[in-house]
């Protein structure tokens, strides 16, 4: 399976990429969104503000998943073992 960067570029340059890809690309954006999501209500429920180098400790975190997610195949990121023929 081609990388995540690779499936977004077909759909943004208007070519359609299978629907095995863009299943898995869903996939591996929905995990990341509730990653990022759960992140930012916990810090927005907390009473107290985290300090200053962990938040941007967080941030560069988050850069590198998204980082490392476009730089593999939607299923090596999940985890998903590719079907050998």
């Not at 300090?51 to 590198?64: C, D, G, L, M, T």
């Not at 476009?70 to 299923?75: A, D, E, N, Q, V």
Request: hydrophobic share 30%; glycine share 4%.
């Amino acid at each position: 399976m081609r990388t995540l960067y690779e499936i977004a570029v077909d759909m943004i340059e208007g070519r359609k990429p299978t629907h095995n890809e863009c299943y898995y690309a869903l996939q591996v954006y929905r995990n990341m969104f509730n990653i990022e999501h759960r992140q930012h209500r916990e810090e927005l429920l907390k009473e107290n503000r985290t300090p200053e180098w962990i938040r941007k400790q967080k941030a560069e975190n988050s850069f590198n998943m998204f980082k490392g997610a476009l730089g593999k195949s939607p299923k090596e990121w999940l985890g998903v073992k590719e079907e050998t023929k």
